[in-house]
């Protein structure tokens, strides 16, 4: 089954021999060019036989095939990075303007009545392949407490429960975990084993890492340590849906449409709307877009280039044009990563080899064995699900209120998220409905950056209903009882600190110096 996911131009005998055909440049001399053909041609041979001798260190057979398809799909990605790179591909930015208008449907113009009929047929995707390392927390980032005692993964299956009690359904809840993920998350979800839920897992890939000075993989065995490998990003759900065999399996059991998100973003929860809409309009994939702000310039993008509907990362884009990308004139709209997808569609492009994500290089270090030695300099090849918006039949986006993306990256959002600004309901996140506007801005500083420096220095979340900004920034702690209201900033000078008092209201402050409350 796998074999069909691997790209015809690199099945083992086109692969080995190195010898595809050289590309036309411009502005460059012919010896330039076949200086760039030969080292691309070369480095790619030498990364065939790497991969080819780290294929022959998997003892267990199934293993084994599972394994070099994942390296045939690596070698694809790998060989089109080289070809990029050799050719300085780079988006044409005169080409690129703002989504055609029927490129961005409305919320608000989606039909609306409960499309009960299609959530037989849905599948709800959530991407759980991050560690909680950024927020200092150990094991999968789906399981920090986020609300109430419940974490990301109690939260989703409370709103799955809650939906399949509701319309008398059986909505499937399919977890993508990466080798980060997958022991953790096979334990924590013996719990949901009595709930009224059918929880189904399947892994991302695992590639190499690639050494930067040699573009040989990193790992000597399948066996190597594991940070000799990376899971490539989330574009790479389409691969390991169809190599795990878990897209087969969805569709044999009358799956016909996948909601995924991230697990992270605590407003992704199943539209009956947008659901509705995909299956009448007969689009195959529909990215979920939300009015950009002054938080989320460095956020993808879509955009029209050529006629067709493409994600535009900021890493893709020139740097002499950044400015004009975070513009809001411009760009309308960012990439919420809600999407929903036609399975047969995923199954089709899969088998056709079509999907050429564009790459995103990410460079990392491997930390060095002995003292004194130097780390090794190391790149990832990364993809992104938004990118495949161009693959599919009549792809567009949908312009969603923004209570549909609530991610939590850091301790300022997890500030948001726990307090009194929502109440939970099923599961789901529902904002005051005495709050003005939208969400205030919460910027806690680098004291606040682990879970556990967080809870010590917040012991109860303040009352945020009237808060429209909040900067924290030093050694501050917070007491019980506390209102914010307007915009307040609270500044703890170097080697001071401030204890800001039990049942303070504060409303349109700056805090500054030092503020000690000393127990007696």
């Known amino acids: ?303 029209d280039y050529e006629g067709k509907a493409r994600l535009l990362e900021i890493a893709q884009v020139p740097k002499q044009y950044v400015n004009e990308f975070k513009s809001i004139k411009k760009f309308k709209y960012f990439n919420t990563n809600n999407i929903w997808m036609n399975v047969k569609a995923i199954k089709r492009v899969v088998e056709e080899n079509a999907l050429e994500l564009e790459i995103i290089p990410n460079e990392k270090s491997i930390p060095a064995d002995k003292k004194g030695e130097a780390d090794l300099s190391v790149l990832q090849l990364e993809t992104a699900v938004g990118a495949a918006i161009r693959f599919f039949k009549n792809a567009h986006g949908v312009n969603v209120p923004r209570k549909r993306f609530l991610p939590v990256k850091t301790c300022s959002d997890l500030m948001l998220v726990k307090s009194n600004l929502y109440t939970l309901s099923h599961g789901q996140l529902v904002m005051d409905a005495s709050r003005f506007g939208p969400a205030p801005l919460i910027k806690l500083g680098g004291d606040f950056k682990k879970v556990a420096q967080f809870q010590k220095r917040i012991g109860s979340i303040p009352n945020i209903v009237e808060l429209d900004h909040l900067t924290v920034t030093g050694d501050v702690n917070f007491g019980r009882g506390i209102v914010l209201k307007g915009t307040v900033i609270i500044v703890a000078t170097e080697n001071s600190t401030i204890d800001i008092p039990p049942g303070s209201v504060l409303e349109n402050v700056v805090v500054q110096g030092s503020l000690r409350i000393l127990e007696h």
């Open 1 to 303: 089954m796998a074999s069909k996911a691997i790209p015809s131009h690199l099945r083992p005998q086109a692969a080995a021999n190195g010898s595809a055909e050289a590309p036309r440049h411009h502005g460059k001399t012919q010896s330039h060019v076949a200086f760039e053909n030969t080292s691309t041609n070369v480095a790619a041979s030498q990364m065939r036989n790497a991969l080819n001798q780290l294929s022959e260190t998997v003892d267990d057979p199934s293993q084994k095939k599972r394994f070099e398809a994942e390296m045939d799909n690596f070698f694809a990605l790998f060989r089109r990075y080289l070809n990029d790179r050799a050719k300085s591909n780079t988006i044409d930015w005169n080409k690129i303007n703002p989504p055609a208008p029927e490129q961005v449907v409305n919320y608000d113009k989606l039909p609306n009545s409960d499309a009960v009929d299609f959530l037989n047929k849905l599948a709800v995707v959530k991407l759980n392949g991050g560690l909680g390392t950024s927020m200092g927390c150990v094991g999968p980032k789906s399981v920090i407490e986020v609300r109430d005692g419940m974490s990301f993964l109690d939260l989703s299956v409370r709103q799955i429960e809650y939906l399949n009690r509701t319309y008398d359904v059986n909505v499937p809840f399919v977890l993508m975990n990466s080798f980060n993920t997958d022991d953790d998350t096979a334990s924590i979800i013996k719990k949901y084993e009595g709930h009224n839920i059918d929880i189904l897992t399947f892994n991302q890939s695992r590639y190499p890492r690639v050494l930067k000075d040699s573009l040989l993989p990193a790992p000597k065995s399948f066996k190597s340590q594991l940070s000799d490998w990376y899971p490539p990003g989330h574009g790479d759900v389409f691969e390991s849906l169809y190599n795990s065999g878990m897209l087969d399996q969805l569709i044999e059991r009358g799956v016909e449409y996948i909601f995924m998100s991230n697990a992270d973003n605590l407003g992704a929860v199943v539209d009956l709307r947008i659901l509705q809409h995909m299956v009448e309009t007969k689009a195959e994939y529909i990215m979920e877009l939300t009015d950009k702000t002054k938080a989320d310039v460095k956020g993808g993008t879509i955009i």
